[in-house]
């Protein structure tokens, strides 16, 4: 399997929202697509790259929030690439059912009162849908990896595990003052969203100790493993916070 590189996709400056695309000499993945609008920020730094959209295999979405699946339908046009993303997040990409928002602190529960999480994008039905847990190998894409079912952040999030112990994670754990931003990405903090922390929790834990040494987010990073650890082992503690939009699954809220 020929090298592998990672390259950042600042779809908002200082980190704040990042896209990435995996580049191998067999094919390059897009993992996550930005807020409504980003195709040509993602285009610009394809071409800085020698790269052009028909160069993207597989459109990877990590979750269905907007900052990350929101170009998602345009790329797709553009590329011709499929869209892989996992079933329990579908009746959101279709737009079937609005986003729920748990909030995780005082920066969520401003954010939610604000138009921008629930911007609508345009709504799209994935072309390959995980359905469960089970491991999927990125090989026929060109990528020595696979893609896995990481549930916490929303029902339907997914993380992709590379064999160079790259982990990229979407919004499973964040860092950064006010998500990205100047100061402190070393240091991780929780999105301003989260439906379980105890959940993410477990899987930031199993994607340590599957091997992942180098996490690459949607806000921030990245992050290596110890600080990963380090916030998993704070969350393990910590209950759902209060959600603040239709369709919430926490009754206890
Ligand atoms: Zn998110
Ligand atoms: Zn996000």
Redesign the pocket.
């Known amino acids: 399997m020929p090298a592998q590189q990672i390259i950042r996709i600042p779809i908002l400056p200082f980190n704040m929202v990042n896209a990435h695309l995996i580049r191998s000499e067999a094919g390059s993945i897009l993992v996550d697509t930005g807020i409504p609008g980003s195709e040509r920020k993602i285009e610009r730094v394809l071409s800085r790259h020698g790269l052009s959209f028909k160069d993207i295999k597989l459109i990877v979405v990590t ?1 269905a ?1 907007t ?2 699946a929101g170009s998602a339908a345009t790329v797709r046009e553009l590329s011709g690439a499929p869209i892989l993303a996992h079933q329990d997040d579908v009746d959101f990409y279709t737009r079937k059912i609005p986003m729920t928002y748990c909030t995780t602190g005082w920066a969520g529960r401003i954010f939610v009162k604000t138009p921008v999480p629930h911007e609508p994008y345009q709504g799209f039905q994935p072309d390959i849908l995980l359905k469960n847990a089970d491991a999927t190998s990125l090989e026929e894409f060109g990528v020595d990896g696979v893609i896995r079912h990481t549930a916490g ?2 029902p339907g999030s997914i993380a992709i595990e590379l064999a160079t112990k790259d982990a990229m994670v ?2 499973l754990i964040a860092s950064g003052i006010l998500i990205g931003g100047i100061a402190f990405n070393s240091r991780a903090m929780r ?1 301003p ?1 989260e439906d379980d922390p105890q959940t993410v929790a477990r899987e930031l834990q199993r994607l340590v100790r599957a091997g992942a040494e180098r996490f690459h987010m ?1 806000h921030g990073g990245p992050l290596g493993a110890a600080e990963v650890l380090r916030h998993a082992r704070l969350l393990s503690t910590m209950t759902p916070g209060p959600c603040m939009s239709p369709g919430c699954e926490h009754p206890s809220h």
């Open positions: 979750h929030h900052d990350h952040h929303t979407g919004d999105p969203f949607g």
